[in-house]
């Protein structure tokens, strides 16, 4: 069983946003179906346009989401984050928050996370909000008394460091627009499988050195998948991969047979009839090739490679896929 709970408020009074309903509606929807359409996690959306997000709503929310047995939880936040200076205690702020107590304390969720362990065998925690990087800090030894801790199974990405502003841009935070696009298949690996970690690269990727810089924290012995998307290469032509290279090391020989389109060199090949089977392996191992798993030996590109009867072989990452497949991962 995988659920999520999904937080958007907007309508902070003197202090109002503008994208965060948006992005939970919109993360919510990504959420409930991988790329096939087929179910993923079941999603509780709660945003502030459909009623007050008060901080006992939120707890109450919170203690459901991580009430009972389930394989993944994932807690995402969009709205306003503080860190009471006075206590060193981070908020997740709700409409009624005010000082000292502006809503759900960030170590609140996090106890929540750690206490559900093994009941709950992974807690995935997304926060666009600011100064949400306090995720997972609590008094102790270390850089300015703060030292990182998590519980078994929980991952953390957040928008910005303890000290950072997350901020908003036509209509959408600017994070959880990056995220909307890793989550959509930007962040896909070769299988198809988004993962926090890969979204993390992807939004650290996209932010400049000058903008808002996220978080990511992670106390885990494997990673979650939060969605899946069509694979970049067909799952049973990764598998074929063994076929192909007897080992991680071995060329895989070309010749004219394989390139039905042989161009300024159809003269001086056309003595040797194309292979249909032969074309059909080809067209494999150039799909592979575009996406870094092979590479044409001695030759500029995989046409050369066959007019002038070289071959290919397997990348770093070739061999990465073939070991998978090796081991039945694939």
């Known amino acids: 069983m995988r659920k999520a709970l999904v937080i958007g408020i907007d309508d902070y009074p003197g202090a109002p946003l503008h994208g965060c309903v948006n992005d939970a509606i919109t993360i919510g929807s990504l959420l409930e179906t991988n790329g096939d359409g087929s179910p993923n996690f079941a999603v509780r959306t709660i945003t502030s346009n459909n009623g007050p997000v008060t901080s006992a709503v939120l707890h109450e929310a919170l203690v459901e989401l991580f009430r009972g047995d389930a394989e993944t939880v994932l807690f995402f936040f969009a709205g306003h984050g503080i860190i ?73 990405l957040t928008a910005c460091h303890r000290e950072g502003t997350a901020g908003e841009i036509n209509g959408h935070g600017i994070f959880t627009d990056i995220l909307v696009d890793g989550l959509r298949g930007s962040a896909a690996d070769i299988c198809g499988r988004i993962t926090p970690a890969a979204i993390y690269s992807h939004v650290d990727q996209t932010l400049g050195p000058w903008d ?16 899946e998307v069509s694979p970049k290469i067909p799952l049973e032509v990764l598998r074929r991969l063994l076929t192909y290279f007897a080992d991680p090391t071995s060329i895989y020989a ?15 090949l056309k003595h040797i009839p194309v292979d249909d089977d032969n074309v059909r392996i080809y067209r494999e191992l150039q799909l592979c090739n575009r996406h870094g798993l092979v590479v044409p030996v001695d030759q500029p590109h995989m046409w050369h490679a066959a007019v002038h009867s070289t071959g290919c072989k397997l990348t770093a990452l070739g061999a990465h896929y073939r070991k998978l497949a090796e081991a039945k991962r694939i």
Not at 212 to 227: C, D, E, M, T
Not at 254 to 268: I, K, N, Q, V, W
């Open 84 to 156: 009471n200076q006075d206590t060193n205690a981070g908020f997740l702020v709700t409409q009624d928050g005010r000082k000292p107590s502006w809503g759900v304390g960030l170590n609140e969720v996090i106890d929540l996370a750690a206490s559900a362990y093994p009941r709950i065998k992974s807690t995935v925690i997304i926060l666009d909000s600011c100064q949400s990087g306090f995720a997972g800090e609590v008094t102790g030894l270390g850089s300015s008394g703060q030292f990182s801790f998590l519980g078994n199974g929980v991952t953390i």
């Open 212 to 227: 808002q810089r996220p978080i990511y924290k992670a106390n885990v012995q494997s990673f979650v998948v939060l969605r």
């Open 254 to 268: 070309l010749d004219p047979s394989y390139e039905p389109d042989r161009g300024e060199e159809a003269d001086r």
